[in-house]
């Protein structure tokens, strides 16, 4: 039995580490959601960021990279990754990052518990599906930027 290839810097694939807020506590996004502290904790301590997909603009059929890393902090849900070269569409969002052209993060989301506040939608536990790299951001605050 042959032991498999081990991979070098060489052999695996280019990647661009990003780093930034998937989301803020306390900000309303666009659609007037407000994710309170401690929404993710539960769904991050049953999945871990690896559980969570990184895609494209929100498009199931492209995922981009994995995300290696998922914080809740005093600001929001810090969460870094890799975006791979492993498809078109990674090597396109990678580019899009490099260059500075896309920076906004934006969650898929299924509100498990919620209330209202007003005309607010307050999220208190979510089951967090995935982490996009988009161009417009519902959340404006929540960005990403590449690791030099």
Known sequence: M???????????????????????????????????????????????????????????????????????????????????????EARFAGALAKAGAMDGLSIGFRAVRARRDGVLRVLTEVDLWEVSLVTFPMLPGARFSPVR
Request: hydrophobic share 45%.
């Open 2 to 88: 042959s032991r498999p290839a081990e991979q070098t810097a060489a052999t695996l694939p280019e990647t661009v580490v990003i780093e930034g807020y998937a989301s803020l506590w306390g900000v309303a996004d666009l659609n007037r959601d407000v994710v309170a502290k401690g929404a993710f904790e539960a769904c991050l301590a049953r999945t871990g960021a690896g559980g969570v997909r990184m895609l494209h603009q929100h498009e199931g059929r492209a995922v981009v990279g994995l995300w290696d890393r998922m914080v809740e902090d005093d600001q929001g849900l810090f969460v870094s990754g890799r975006i791979l070269d492993w498809s078109a």
